[in-house]
């Protein structure tokens, strides 16, 4: 039977689906654009279809607040995943990462960069910024992220706060950077980073 959703409008309802059963939240119109490489304009074209065929539901004038309509099951599995993959499969050392798990890899180092930008912008406290950049790798980790993926988002984090450091202070070196940023995690947390950075 032929589903009720084009190819690329599944890939929007699997991105959805994905994203708030990571994040518990549904995405922000801006995050499908940094996903799908897209415009806005795209992006809220593409909500705007999909909500009119009933295959989402949205809040009017309430961020995200977009919700599938149709059950996980018949919806196609993330861009680039193979059909016979579930999300995500936990890889072991040596093992390449299925499509699926790239898919997810790469969503979490979009949010990494977002959340860095929003950090820059707003000049959020570290002691504040730190451990909510903790709980979004953590919840990646949670979802059954492999280790050595979610190692890599926590290396990807690490450089983006050793370059935000060495903006305020060019002299610092990435050791000095790395043990101001693990001083804001509590200790098994800042054990944790300490092991897979």
């Not at 804001?184 to 944790?192: I, T």
């Amino acid at each position: 039977m032929k589903p009720p959703y084009t190819s690329r409008q599944g890939q929007f309802l699997a991105f959805i689906h994905h994203y708030a059963t990571l994040h518990g939240r549904p995405p922000a119109e801006a995050e499908l654009v940094q996903f799908f490489q897209v415009t806005p304009p795209t992006v809220h074209q593409m909500i705007l279809t999909l909500e009119r065929r009933g295959l989402i539901t949205r809040a009017p004038d309430q961020a995200r607040s977009i919700k599938t309509t149709l059950p996980p099951e018949k919806l196609p599995p993330l861009p680039g995943a193979s059909t016979d993959t579930p999300l995500p499969v936990r890889q072991t050392e040596g093992q390449q990462p299925t499509d699926t798990e790239a898919a997810v890899l790469r969503l979490g180092k979009i949010q990494i960069k977002d959340l860095f930008t929003h950090y820059d912008r707003n000049s959020l406290d570290d002691s504040e910024f730190i451990p909510l950049l903790d709980t979004l790798i953590e919840s990646f980790a949670r979802a059954g992220l492999s280790a050595l993926a979610v190692k890599e988002l926590r290396c990807q984090a690490c450089e983006f706060y050793h370059q935000c450091c060495q903006e305020a202070e060019p002299e610092s070196t990435m050791e000095s950077n790395m043990e101001l940023m693990f001083s804001y995690l509590p200790g098994p947390r800042r054990k944790l980073w300490l092991r897979w950075t």
